[in-house]
């Protein structure tokens, strides 16, 4: 398949350099045709996603803090002035204090839970209702999660909380824009070697053993979790929407380790 996102243009939020989820699918997405805006948050990170963006084709970049309502209006107005209208979106955006992704999930703090679930889960529905003007012939909408949302992962703690919600969210949203022709969807792939994967306790572990155990002996690429937002971002995804789409190489089917790993 060639030119599959051949005239649809969308806004990449979440690429913090060359390693990130948000940068597979970009380059996926660029690949098959598509027109790319770019997110970034502050000075240093708009430094290192300006020539990575250049690389695409793209000279389209928004400075914007999804926590802050005049940064989030002026990113999409700038949006709508250039383009008018797009047809999907990415949003790779998740945070948590770095200090409580080592220790115990009973002493999250109060200001932290608020700060991960602000950042990680209710920034979907804000960008979601932000670009829903812009998509009034369709669209399609992405955020990405990670099986501990629904399984116990060790140091998770209050990122599994927020993917969660984020889920949940994605199913909501799912029915609310529906009727609009706006598909909501999530990719959960398994661990990852990113910055945002990085930070969390015990990540070469994880890491390891779930490329040991997988029932493919491997971990998610980064190609192959582009080609899915491919399909979810085309029209090749008209019909799927609310769903959690896996790209771990089968772990989250498992119940135990393999055999010779127990």
Known sequence: ???????????????????????????????????????????????????????????????????????????????????????????????SDKSELTGRFINTSRDNFKNSLSISCYSLIDVARRARPLMADGGSIITLTYMGSNRVTPFYNVMGVAKAALESSVRYLANDLGPEGIRVNAISPGPMRTLAGAAIGGARKTYKATELNAPLRANATLEAIGGTAVYLSSDQGACTTGEIINVDGGYHVLGMAQPENL
């Not at 060639?2 to 970009?26: E, P, T």
Request: no cysteine; proline share 1%.
């Open 1 to 95: 398949m060639a030119n599959l996102m051949d005239g649809k243009r969308g806004l990449v939020m979440g690429v913090a350099n060359d390693h990130s989820i948000a940068w597979g699918i970009a380059q996926a997405l660029a690949a098959e045709g598509a027109k790319l805006a770019f997110s970034y948050q502050g000075e240093a990170f708009g430094k290192r996603v300006e020539p990575l963006a250049a690389s695409v084709g793209s000279d389209f970049l928004v400075d914007v803090d999804v926590t802050d309502d005049a940064s989030m209006d002026a990113a999409f107005g700038q949006l709508a002035d250039r383009w008018g209208s797009m047809d999907f979106l990415i949003h790779a955006i998740a945070f």
